[in-house]
């Protein structure tokens, strides 16, 4: 999976790597629930694969009405 994407990413990748809306993913990086980068007097978002990568895995999924410790603690 890794190999698929370059080591930096726009805003449309990601959308693509975590099956978002491109404008739900600029507003996950203004508000910075995303790790995300401007260049001085750029105007696009850029984001480093690996820290996307661990933004996922910092927040995995839980069954619904499950809390995240029950998960935690299925995986022991």
Excluded at 36 to 55: H, Q
Aim: glycine content about 6%; overall charge negative.
């Amino acid at each position: 999976m890794a190999e698929d994407y370059p080591p930096i990413l726009d805003a449309a990748q990601v959308a693509e790597l975590l099956g978002m809306n491109v404008q739900m993913v600029r507003r996950y990086a203004r508000e910075g629930r995303l790790p995300a980068y401007k260049l001085p007097g750029g105007r696009t978002f850029k984001f480093f694969r690996d820290e996307i990568y661990e933004f996922i895995r910092a927040h995995p999924a839980a069954a619904e009405g499950q809390r995240q410790d029950d998960v935690s603690e299925e995986k022991i």
